[in-house]
């Protein structure tokens, strides 16, 4: 019943853009906050970027900020990874995944709830 399913990945050049989409379903959109990881091959898993789905509030991980900008339609129940200027190492197999926004403390380890399955970004240079 609860699924987030991500897409808008694929091949682009470095310093192109690509935009990701995650679709909720089964829970109530705006009690949660969205986030985006990442997960490169030998690299542990790394957050990118979350947000607040009722109010907007987002955050960045240090590597992306200014390139990267995370939004919402909670008409739709979606959020959007827009990703510009782009870099070979943003290569990566990118989730979204939901977590209870009473749970939220702001920090990448917190235990987010649900997950999507992935979509594969890959930056040639």
């Known amino acids: 019943e609860v699924q987030l399913v991500e897409s808008g990945g694929g091949l682009v050049q470095a310093g192109g853009s690509l935009r990701l989409s995650c679709a909720a379903f089964?829970?109530?959109?705006?009690?949660?906050?969205i986030g985006w990881f990442r997960q490169a091959p030998g690299k542990e898993r790394e957050g990118v970027s979350c947000?607040?789905?009722?109010?907007?509030?987002?955050v960045y991980a240090d590597s992306v900020k200014g390139r990267f900008t995370i939004s919402r339609d909670n008409a739709k129940n979606t959020v959007f990874l827009q990703m510009n200027s782009l870099k070979p190492e943003d290569t990566a197999l990118y989730y979204c995944?939901?977590?209870?926004?009473?749970?939220?403390?702001?920090?990448?380890?917190?235990?987010?709830?649900?997950w999507g399955q992935g979509t594969q970004v890959t930056v040639s240079s």
């Open positions: 947000i607040r789905t009722s109010d907007g509030r987002a």
């Open positions: 995944a939901a977590i209870p926004v009473y749970r939220w403390t702001m920090s990448w380890y917190d235990e987010y709830r649900y």
């Open positions: 089964g829970f109530i959109f705006d009690d949660y906050v």
